[in-house]
């Protein structure tokens, strides 16, 4: 569905169910030397995630993400002076944790809103998998990634999509970010906040239902 007058046609969509689907690419290596020893952090987070958004609250949309599959590989390796080496993993692949053992949650979420009168819209994205600690063999619903982004252009489709590399961040709120969790910690500590590169996110949301024609028509774009 392609128009010219996207905004008033993406208006006529509000209120409806949107189909949701995002994409994640994040991986990368630490090293430290110090009079500690040596210490390599490595973080590999990647996933294909989507859902349905239905609860519309004001100009946004959210809902869980239930299909789809997420995938976390970190290491933290420590060699003191003595030699004495000590490996930690967090591994874990699976679909999506909408809830963790305790039952807090929805951990696996998706949100877009949709600004008419500068016809943008911002995304928010947050989810979890199934991920196991070693040593100690302990099972956890571990977070492998945040997204936020503001102020994206709608095109001329009402199909809204696109792809960006985002900086990674730990400590800093700025948007756009992508927070990755797992060992993120340890990255931000060798490698510090704004040097921790840079994660390949791409989505997709699609309008689904029956258009209900605007009351008034929004400032086109």
Request: aromatic share 10%; hydrophobic share 30%.
């Amino acid at each position: 569905l392609t128009t010219p007058c996207t905004c008033q046609q993406i208006q006529s969509f509000m209120g409806q169910p949107w189909l949701a689907s995002y994409s994640v690419r994040y991986s990368q290596v630490a090293e430290q030397t110090n009079e500690s020893g040596y210490t390599r952090v490595t973080v590999d987070h990647s996933y294909d995630v989507g859902g349905t958004l239905s609860n519309w609250a004001g100009s946004w949309v959210t809902g869980t993400l239930t299909s789809g599959t997420g995938s976390i590989n970190d290491e933290r390796y420590l060699r003191d002076q003595s030699g004495h080496e000590t490996t930690t993993t967090l591994i874990g692949s699976g679909p999506p944790v909408i809830y963790d053992q305790g039952g807090f949650g929805p951990l696996s979420t998706g949100d877009l809103a949709i600004q008419l009168d500068t016809c943008t819209y911002s995304i928010r994205q947050q989810i979890a998998v199934i991920a196991t600690e070693n040593p100690g063999g302990d099972t956890v619903a571990e977070p492998i990634g945040m997204v936020a982004m503001d102020g994206l252009p709608i095109g001329q489709s009402t199909t809204l999509s696109g792809n960006a590399a985002l900086p990674v961040r730990w400590a800093s709120w700025d948007i756009p970010f992508y927070k990755a969790g797992g060992f993120d910690l340890y990255l931000e500590l060798i490698l510090g906040e704004g040097n921790m590169g840079t994660a390949n996110f791409s989505w997709t949301f699609t309008p689904q239902g029956t258009a209900t024609p605007p009351a008034g028509s929004p400032n086109n774009k």
